[in-house]
């Protein structure tokens, strides 16, 4: 028997593998949306404006308040609408409980729920083949005694590549 | 013609990737037999040709 030198390592990436693959599948579910743009700018005119007017109220002698800085156009246009709702219910905070309801449990729609894990299966389904050729990788490590550190041959690379891919093994009677 | 091919090209990528996401559970991780095999590439193929059609390609 070859040594065993090395097989936690080897077991340890397998495992810290599938863990991000379950982390990055996961992130990209629940992707936060992109913040408005320019909205960081509007806030810091606003605040600017509002601490110069302030300065000027408190200073004594009676000067004039300076005259508010020119403000960015998005501080001075109309707030924006506000967003619609989005599909993932893990952003929703609590709702309030209806009157005489008791605890206030956070409600998930079952619709939202619904609509969130059909993406999350449809962001995920594509993508859990990937998880076949690291299985694939870590079988022929063992096989041969190796680490994850030298790689594999092409042939064995082609080979793991059909099994997990072509349908005639999956769909063939062996 | 090039969005249609693109978009027959992308379906048939979509069954196959979701056929074979089902099927590596099934095969490897369940250990299933043959025929439990062969049904679950089946259903991942016709979800993912789903997912597609619903316009939520993966």
New interface residues.
């Given amino acids: 028997m070859s040594s065993e030198r090395g097989q936690a390592t080897v077991e340890w990436t397998g495992l810290m593998l599938m863990v991000a693959l379950a982390l990055g599948g996961l992130a990209a579910a629940v992707r936060p949306a992109p913040a408005a743009p320019e909205l960081g700018e509007a806030l810091a005119e606003r605040i600017a404006g509002a601490a110069a007017g302030a300065a000027a109220r408190e200073e004594p002698g009676g000067a004039a308040p300076l005259a508010s800085p020119p403000r960015h156009p998005a501080a001075m246009a109309p707030p924006a609408r506000p967003h619609p709702p989005r599909a993932s219910p893990l952003r929703r905070g609590p709702r309030p409980a209806p009157p005489g309801s008791g605890i206030g449990f956070p409600r998930v729609p079952v619709g939202d729920a619904f609509r969130w894990l059909?993406?999350a299966?449809?962001?995920?389904?594509?993508?859990?083949?990937i998880?076949?050729l690291a299985?694939r990788r870590f079988r022929y490590g063992l096989r041969q005694g190796q680490t994850w550190i030298r790689p594999m041959p092409p042939g064995e690379s082609f080979g793991a590549l059909n099994e997990?891919?072509n349908?005639v093994?999956?769909?063939g009677?062996? | 013609m090039a969005p249609r091919i693109h978009r027959i090209a992308g379906a048939a990528w979509?069954a196959?990737?979701?056929?074979?996401?089902?099927?590596?559970?099934a095969?490897?991780?369940l250990g299933l037999p043959?025929p439990w095999?062969?049904f679950?590439?089946?259903a991942?193929a016709a979800?993912?040709l789903w997912?597609v059609r619903?316009g939520?390609?993966?």
Avoid: Y
């Avoid at chain 2, 196959?16 to 559970?25: H, I, P, Q, Y």
């Fill in positions: 059909r993406g299966v449809g962001h995920g389904i594509n993508r859990v083949w998880g076949c299985h997990c891919l349908p093994e999956f769909l009677d062996d | 979509c196959l990737a979701a056929g074979a996401s089902l099927g590596f559970l095969r490897d991780l043959q095999v062969a679950g590439w089946s991942g979800l993912g997912l619903r939520r390609p993966p």
